[in-house]
């Protein structure tokens, strides 16, 4: 049975169908990888904890930003700012803010889907390892350093394999999305989350147990001030939304399919609380292993896909942890990915009317095409900079441009407008009615938004496209030293 919304739409069989789609849609790569990839490069706790402060200070204000809009217009991102904006006398053009959302969570999907096929690859020689070596033995016996730590430059290299398990993905993803939101959508949040964070518990409790706790501990939650550099606070902010999934109209697309009985205050700081915390029990999960294999936690895409492996070679049921963390990451990257499918397909159903499996297949067509660019950005293609004229784009191949484009342009430039857009463009009634919030939460909420977030969102974007200037403006304010943050995602 298709649940609906108080307008009749499908929407969320209940609340708490809500809450585990936003939190598997905010919970993903961004978290597992990104999130230790980002601490290990910058210094471990100094970023951990600004990273905390921002989600409280930007992220949450912008999340109920973005799901109010969307339970508001019951519609497609686009159509739901511009009834906002009309029933407050404003333009319709804030729709645009929306229009651009969808463009970007359709740029996301097309390589996400990319960084999901390699996960499909992990989970695949984890399982032919599993069967060589059995259940009990370390993953990759008798294989040398060097080789598993070609294994991933050599399956990155590789364009069949590359584009073909995009392709996997992306069907995987199109299988739940064309089924609907109660029926495709909400089901593999609901079914995939829970197994999700029994893994997570799961694999974190035997590294915590096996591996270096103390020194995870210390490395994560020690706070050195002077580590606090421009960088390091303008990577935990990027970070900070990006796993929030904020800026590609995503939350407002899934708050249309809430109904009016919910508090969106309280829905809000739940989803940002789970994914703030699958971020740090991710950090908890992979250093001890790591540390413990006497490996450098260092950052970029190599943490997951070289160093792990490595460490998995040290430990007794190597390969079954590995395969067993491979099939979490890769879950959590579905809950997003079916996420980023749904933003522009919704948009496309509304727009041409067209009926959902329809739009869904050309949606993930067009993905397909971008995905391929991306898949063969990292062999064949990595001489195509696309973008490489402008120097914040330099030297980068097409899946690193999508991700720059996305993560330091059009996602803050989303959530700036968006918090422009509540904190004084929206009717104040209107905003009140929706928010579920009330006393000095209330007060706080609008000085956030209407203040705090974007002001902080425009040093982000300015740090993004200057990111020299930027570093050096802080280092003169804070006299922290600058380090590099480079993250290879
Ligand atoms: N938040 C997701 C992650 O951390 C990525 C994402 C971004 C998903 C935007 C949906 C929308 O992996």
Request: net charge negative.
């Amino acid at each position: 049975m298709v649940a609906t919304t108080s307008t009749g739409r499908d929407g969320w069989s209940s609340r708490s169908a809500f809450i585990l789609a936003a939190i598997g849609s905010a919970v993903g790569l961004g978290n597992l990888v990104r999130f230790p990839a980002e601490a290990g490069a910058n210094g471990g706790g100094a970023f951990v904890l600004f990273y905390i402060l921002c989600i409280v200070l930007i992220g949450l204000p912008v999340l109920l930003s973005e799901t109010l809009i969307g339970r508001h217009g019951q519609a497609a991102a686009p159509e739901s700012y511009r009834k906002v904006a009309e029933e407050s006398g404003a333009s319709k053009s804030w729709e645009l803010v929306a229009t651009l959302g969808v463009l970007s969570a359709f740029l996301v999907l097309s390589f996400y889907c990319v960084l999901g096929g390699w996960v499909l690859y992990y989970m695949y020689l984890f399982v032919a390892d599993l069967i060589a070596t059995g259940v009990s033995g370390p993953a990759f016996d008798g294989m040398s350093f060097e080789a598993v730590d070609a294994l991933f430059p050599a399956m990155i290299a590789n364009g069949p394999v590359t584009v073909v398990l995009n392709l996997i993905f992306l069907a995987i993803t199109l299988f739940f999305v064309a089924r609907g939101v109660s029926g495709g959508i909400e089901k593999v949040a609901v079914y995939l989350m829970p197994l999700f964070f029994v893994l997570l518990v799961g694999i974190t409790i035997y590294s915590l147990i096996g591996g270096a706790s103390q020194e995870t501990f210390d490395y994560l939650f020690t706070f050195e001030p002077e580590k606090l550099t421009g960088e390091v606070m303008l990577a935990a902010v990027g970070q900070a939304f990006f796993s929030l999934s904020l800026g590609v109209a995503g939350m407002v697309t899934y708050g249309a399919y809430v109904s009016r009985e919910v508090n969106l205050a309280g829905t809000s700081a739940i989803i940002g609380a789970a994914d703030t915390s699958v971020a740090l029990v991710a950090g908890l999960c992979i250093f001890p292993i790591v540390i413990a294999a006497g490996l450098t936690p260092n950052g970029g895409l190599g943490l997951m896909f070289q160093t792990l492996p490595h460490a998995f070679q040290e430990i007794p049921f190597g390969s079954l942890i590995g395969l067993a963390f491979f099939i979490m990451v890769g879950f959590a990257a579905l809950t997003s990915s079916v996420a980023l499918m749904e933003v522009p397909s919704a948009w496309v159903i509304d727009q041409f009317r067209l009926p959902r499996p329809a739009a869904v297949l050309l949606v993930t067509a067009l993905a397909a095409v971008f995905g391929t660019l991306s898949a063969l950005s990292t062999g064949m293609l990595s001489g195509f900079h696309p973008l490489g004229f402008l120097p914040m784009f330099e030297g980068l191949g097409f899946l690193d441009t999508l991700d720059t484009l996305t993560s330091k342009l059009t996602m803050p430039i989303g959530a700036l407008f968006t918090a422009v857009f509540i904190g004084w463009i929206a009717d104040k009634r209107l905003v009140d009615s929706e928010n579920g919030l009330s006393g000095g939460l209330h007060y706080l909420w609008r000085f956030l938004v209407r203040w705090f977030c974007p002001l902080a969102l425009l040093l982000i974007l300015l740090g993004g496209i200057f990111p020299d200037r930027a570093a050096q403006l802080f280092a003169a304010l804070g006299g922290g030293e600058v380090q590099s943050a480079e993250v290879a995602e």
